[in-house]
Nanobody, 125 residues
Framework: QVQLVESGGGLVQAGGSLRLSCAAS??????????LGWFRQAPGKEREFVAA????????EYADSVKGRFTVSRDNAKNTVYLQMNDLKPEDTAVYYC????????????????WGQGTQVTVSS
């Protein structure tokens, strides 16, 4: 089991940037073998996929709504995954969660069995 803790959320104006971090602890000796994903959930909406990255970092995938604006990356030496968010829009407002799976990284939330507690991102217009 891997414990995940997100940070870096906050309040930002439209057009601004934030960088989310997700640090892993616990079975971090195997962190480099985990596929990682970012999801978000806005009030009254279902949790949705944002980005995913393979264990090596060579494969990434993004939701259409964030392509060209968000970048996912990982530093296996630091057991951390990042989500750089640029040109933020009010519709990006949500609680952002990172997730890990010992299987192949996926865009599907049910593929992940380790979740962080979430960090709030609020984008004002």
């Amino acid at each position: 089991q891997v414990q995940l803790v997100e940070s870096g959320g906050g309040l930002v104006q439209a057009g601004g940037s934030l960088r989310l971090s997700c640090a892993a602890s616990g079975r971090t000796v195997s962190f480099s073998n985990y596929g990682l994903g970012w999801f978000r959930q806005a009030p009254g909406k279902e949790r949705e996929f944002v980005a995913a990255i393979s264990w090596s970092g060579h494969w990434t995938e993004y939701a259409d709504s964030v392509k060209g604006r968000f970048t996912v990356s990982r530093d296996n030496a630091k057991n951390t995954v990042y989500l750089q968010m640029n040109d933020l829009k009010p519709e990006d407002t949500a609680v952002y969660y990172c997730a890990a799976t010992p299987q192949i990284a996926s865009i599907n939330y049910y593929s992940y069995d380790n979740w962080g507690q979430g960090t709030q991102v609020t984008v004002s217009s």
